[in-house]
């Protein structure tokens, strides 16, 4: 009896250290989860007892990194974040803005401040960044000042057609900020734009 | 010492427009939270800026979310403490960064522009560990 009881023990140990290992993991860990674009990108934890990547949506991990990432079920993640999941203010929307010359926008970008004015009513607290960019055209001081002009015309006529705002941010990036990867001195339409980011 | 170094170094850096500018807002709040600024705190509410060095806190049944200017999204469930101790955004300066630490709650994190330009710059402490963001969506909980 007693060899079998010594038997019975050391079987119960590993189980009952694999039964505290699944208790940890209701303690401090992360869940890695699709974004709202529908890409998934990966996290990585690194804690005292290891390092690890988590590039499977669904999969999670402990943040001391002792676990390779396992998938969490859906039940367990509603009732750890499902309040910090529902507070989840609304994903921004960007918009791009392009200009035909010099500072006169293009029809179809004009035809969008509609759009952007009835995107920022529906947010709480909006607040708005319109960011003006140039191609590499000229000199880069110059299209600073350019970009600057583009950002305060857009920002003035969003106004003058009734947008409302918390907050909003009028800046320059000159030529700094391509959205096309161009050398010097290259005639680029689709970076002589503006960016109005509505959050 | 070091304080007089950093001090100094903002001074003369080309972004102190930034330290001097929300870096977000609070966009919805439930129950009871707070953000505490440059050693003010404040309860929160939609419309609330959030600083460079903000500390956001949720009360027992509460809830908080907060956009930033990247558009990083943070919301919070009840119970948590999180502090944005780092956070610069100038792509044109290409000055990026943001670091933040969870010291107890729930999280639900959507990174911004800066996990995109990069990826490196983005980090959340918690007590145990230490996660590194690659464009992406997660939820975090960190009990005490």
Redesign the interface.
Known sequence: MPFKAGVFRSFLIPCMLAFLLQACAS??????????DG??????????KGKQLIKKAGDGA????SQAPAPVAADK?RE?????????????K?FILYFQIDTTLTAESEGQLPTIIAEAAS???V?I?VVGHTDTMGKADENAALALVRATLVANLLKDKGLKY??M?VES??E??LLILTPNEVYEPKNRRVEV?V? | MFKCVVLSSCLLSPVLWAADAPIGWVKNVTGDASVSSHGVLVRAESGTAVWQGSVLRTGAKSSMGITFKDETIMSFGPNTQMSVDEYLYAPAQGQLSLVGKLAKGTMNYVSGIIAKLQPDAVAVNTPVGMIGVRGTQFVVKVEE
């Open positions: 303690e401090s860990y992360i869940v890695l989860l699709e974004n709202p890409h998934t990108g990966a996290v990585t934890v690194s804690g005292e402990l943040l001391d990194g993640i750890d974040f499902g309040e910090a999941m529902a507070a989840r203010p609304k994903v921004p960007r947010r709480p607290a607040d960044s918390h907050n941010t990036h000159g700094r900020n980011s959050r």
